[in-house]
């Protein structure tokens, strides 16, 4: 089971942008990759996946405004979060199905 660690959250005002990133512990080119993120009392829902060839998928809230990527080589994957809005701040988790998940990185968006 891979041990995913994400990094790059904080305040940001909104409009503003963040680069979320996921590093794994061991290979993941095999595999399909995503980011998931929770708002306080609220049910963790799906922001976007990768498959190992490249295909992506969106929710719809965060279509035009999210991109999601890979670097095979460095074992990492990235979440490019653009316009943001007071409504996105959750903490933000990286999943590797069917079970590794990372501690999180709290995004908050906040003038």
């Known amino acids: 089971q891979l041990q995913l660690v994400e990094s790059g959250g904080g305040l940001v005002q909104p409009g503003g942008s963040l680069r979320l990133s996921c590093a794994a512990s061991?290979?993941?080119?095999?595999?399909?990759m995503g980011w998931y993120r929770q708002a306080p009392g609220k049910q963790r829902e799906l922001v976007a996946t990768i498959s190992s060839g490249g295909n992506t998928y969106y929710a719809d809230s965060v279509k035009g405004r999210f991109t999601i990527s890979r670097d095979n080589a460095r074992k990492k994957v990235y979440l490019e979060m653009t316009s943001l809005k007071p409504e996105y701040a959750a903490v933000y988790y990286c999943h590797q199905p069917p079970g590794s998940w990372g501690q999180g990185t709290q995004v908050t968006v906040s003038s």
């Open positions: 061991g290979t993941i080119f095999l595999y399909v």
